[in-house]
């Protein structure tokens, strides 16, 4: 709090007449860093909204990444930071899923997302930043004692974060959708 306090200039004393402790500034900030995300109007497709949304998530973890980090692994408890949770159930209802399996699919999507979005951001900046890196990695993955690992040592070794989430929200979206149409067989 009280490098909080020198980074805005006032007493640390003086924050506490805005916010209760360092958790509510983490709170704070969390909230803050959802309300980025531009959450897509609804259409017809159902599907292309979740994708779309996921797309917003990682429009605002790419814009915001320092904040994304924090927000991405804490709860999010105002209302600007169950913004994105409540479009989410909103569209997976349109599904046709029950409260319980939209929660599950969400969390489902969320996992991935996390997941994708954290490794993105620790590693973006420096792991197979240059070709001669991704090279580099590519001849260690080759002199592994598994042979898939060395089968598979140069597209192991390519990093294309845009392409690997694309293709994750894809995988996640047509599960969840498989997912819909299966309980919407047997309905």
């Known amino acids: 709090m009280r490098k909080l306090a020198a980074a805005v ?7 506490y007449n805005h916010v209760a402790n360092k958790e509510d500034v983490l709170d704070g900030l969390t909230g803050l860093f959802f ?12 599907a292309e909204d979740l994708a779309s949304l996921g797309v917003a998530l990682r429009a605002a973890t790419r814009a915001y990444p320092k904040t994304a980090t924090l927000a991405l692994t804490r709860e999010a408890v105002s209302d600007s930071g169950v913004a ?7 569209i997976l209802h349109r599904a046709g899923f029950d ?14 997302q996390i997941g ?11 792991l ?3 070709r001669d890196e991704q090279d580099a990695r590519a001849e260690l993955l080759k002199h592994s004692d ?4 060395v089968e598979a040592a140069e597209p192991l070794a390519a990093l294309d974060f845009d392409r690997e989430y694309e293709y994750g929200l894809y995988l996640v979206v047509s599960s969840i959708k498989f ?3 299966q309980r919407s067989g047997s309905a």
Request: aromatic share 4%; glycine share 2%; no cysteine.
């Open 179 to 181: 997912a819909a149409s």
């Open 146 to 149: 598994f042979a898939v690992v």
């Open 99 to 112: 409260t319980a399996e939209a929660v599950q699919a969400m969390r489902a999507m969320m996992s991935f």
């Open 84 to 90: 994105a949770t409540a479009a989410t159930l909103d």
């Open 128 to 130: 197979g930043a240059t």
């Open 35 to 46: 309300t980025k995300i531009e959450i897509p109007q609804p259409t017809d497709d159902w």
């Open 9 to 15: 200039r006032v007493e640390a004393m003086s924050l």
């Open 116 to 126: 994708a979005l954290l490794r993105e951001l620790a590693h973006a900046p420096t």
